[in-house]
């Protein structure tokens, strides 16, 4: 079969750093995408790695490991913004038909 | 702005009923999809399509069907609805390329099947 595995819930401080890893085990692959979803609202996009190494946007980084079927998500200087769920998703051959994990709930404190 | 628009924020249907969920886009995107959400298995995909009068199987079809006479509206229908097909329903859009183009999420229709 195939799977994502990523953390269910994460809770850090404001102006922390927290990484949300995403392990996946899929029947090809082409990239890895990270959606952001606050409470009610759409799932809006992050960031994509296709090739090994770290893509940074801003406070948001993402890391890809293709011999390790491996990537995160680094949300740096947390802000209370940050509070949501956060998807990883592969994309198994080009055209954007993606499979999502289950999503990590990010919930940041004052 | 990309503005994917799905007709309804809630429904409450009963089981049996034939149901219909519409989405919209105005960016003149070739690729559309329709996923389900539920808590903890993230987003399943249950239909796509990649241009007008095309269709293809998701992960979960059994249930679905859609239909796509223009290029800016996916439609998603429930045959003979039932009440594990209440969930949160979301069309998203792309522009087709290589790879790793960004979709774009409506807002949800949460369907409630009674």
């Known amino acids: 079969g195939q799977s994502l595995e990523q953390p269910s819930e994460v809770t850090a401080v404001e102006g922390a750093i927290v990484q949300i890893n995403c392990t996946y085990q899929t029947s090809g692959f082409y990239g890895l995408s990270w959606y952001q979803q606050h409470d009610g609202g759409a799932p809006t996009f992050l960031s994509y790695n296709a090739l090994d190494g770290l893509e940074e946007t801003g406070r948001f980084s993402s890391f890809l490991s293709r011999s390790d079927s491996y990537g995160y998500l680094l949300l740096q200087e947390l802000q209370m913004k940050d509070s949501a769920s956060y998807f990883c998703?592969?994309?198994?051959?080009?055209?954007?038909?993606?499979?999502f994990g289950g999503g990590t709930r990010v919930l940041v404190k004052p | 702005d990309v503005k994917v628009t799905q007709s309804s924020r809630y429904l409450v249907k009963r089981t049996g009923e034939k149901v219909f969920l519409e989405c919209v886009q105005d960016m003149d995107h070739e690729n559309m999809f329709w996923y389900r959400q539920d808590p903890g298995l993230g987003l399943r995909l249950i239909y796509f399509?990649?241009?007008?009068?095309?269709?293809e199987k998701g992960d979960i079809p059994e249930g679905y069907s859609v239909s796509r006479e223009k290029k800016e509206r996916f439609s998603l229908i429930l045959e003979s609805a039932s009440t594990n097909q209440t969930s949160m329903y979301l069309c998203?859009?792309?522009?087709?390329?290589?790879?790793?183009?960004?979709?774009?999420f409506g807002s949800g229709t949460q369907l409630s099947v009674l």
């Open positions: 998703a592969v994309e198994k051959a080009a055209g954007n038909k993606l499979t």
């Open positions: 998203a859009s792309s522009s087709p390329g290589g790879g790793g183009e960004k979709l774009f």
């Open positions: 399509s990649y241009d007008v009068k095309m269709k």
